[in-house]
Each structure stands twice: as C-alpha cells, then as structure tokens.
C-alpha cells in the first residue's frame, strides 16, 4: 500500500455502490470510513493489507485485512489532536463494526451500513 492506496479504495466503494439503489450520504459515509480503516491499515498495519467488499440488499460490509498483531481501539483524542478519530468515526457512522483476528496473526478490521 502506498499515499493513493485510501484514495482508491474510496473510488472503488464509490464505484460498487453507484451502480445500485443507494444514497449519495451512503456512499459519501461508506467512502470516509473506507479512507480511515486503509489509512489505519497503512499506517499501524503491518505486510500486506487487502479490502474485501460485500453488497447485498440490506448491507454493505467492508473489511480491511492486515497482516499486523494487536487489537485497535478507539481514542478519545483531545480537540487539538491532528489525528486519532478514525475507530471513532467508524464508531459512530456504522451501524455495526469490529475486530477480527484471521486465525495467522493478522486481523479484520469491518464495518457494516445499511442500504
């Protein structure tokens, strides 16, 4: 993963839901917490790191595969704080999310939305 890699992971969920029944808030929500879990995959993960994208009629699930140990939690960041409100974010705009260990030492990172 590089700079682009967010960018592009925000055009592909864009992408995938344009062609379907969905709202322009869906997309714009589903693109920001796509950009902050591959930001965070980039910048705390570790090797590689994959998206997977899944859309049914209720849901869009996105998980964000990284091969880095450890378990992320949401911060509190203070208001002066420049960075540490993705999980946050996620948090909040999601109607489900969480952390899953893929059973060889990397991690899942998810959320869900529905349509």
């Known amino acids: 993963m590089d700079a682009e890699t967010p960018r592009r992971a925000r055009l592909a ?19 920001l917490l796509v950009s902050e879990l591959v930001t965070n995959a980039l910048l705390h993960g570790s090797g590689s790191a994959s998206m997977h994208c899944e859309l049914t009629e209720g849901f869009l699930r996105v998980g964000v595969y990284d091969e880095g140990t450890g378990t992320p939690e949401v ?41």
């Open 13 to 31: 969920v864009t992408d995938l839901l344009a062609g379907g029944q969905t709202s322009v808030d869906l997309q714009e929500t589903a693109a």
């Open 75 to 115: 911060r509190e960041p203070g208001h002066l704080a420049s960075s540490g409100r993705g999980l946050l974010l996620v948090r909040e705009l999601a109607d489900e999310w969480g952390v899953q260990p893929d059973g060889h030492g990397g991690k899942v990172v998810w959320f869900a939305l529905a349509r």
